[in-house]
């Protein structure tokens, strides 16, 4: 068990505003390939790329990123 995993929330993003894993790598310089092995947690990106991300986006880092996981949508809050 790593203590070392990092957790996005990069395919919300791109879904919301409709964006390919494709077209981010274009934007970012690297192989689209990278974008999706980000998505599913099996790479960590280096400081310098996911501030680019970050950048890409227009959203502070830590909306992006965070080390521990990210409520699922839905479960957050629901009203009575």
């Not at 919300?12 to 494709?22: D, M």
């Not at 310089?29 to 501030?51: F, K, M, N």
């Not at 991300?53 to 949508?73: H, K, N, W």
Request: hydrophobic share 40%.
């Amino acid at each position: 068990m790593s203590s070392e995993n990092v957790y996005n929330r990069i395919a919300v993003l791109r879904a919301e505003r409709g964006i390919s894993r494709r077209q981010l790598a274009e934007a970012l310089g690297v192989h689209y390939q990278t974008i999706g092995y980000l998505e599913r947690g099996e790479y960590s990106p280096s400081l310098h790329l996911a501030l680019r991300i970050a950048g890409f986006f227009e959203v502070a880092v830590e909306v992006l990123f965070s080390t521990t996981p990210f409520p699922r949508i839905g479960h957050e809050s629901r009203p009575a």
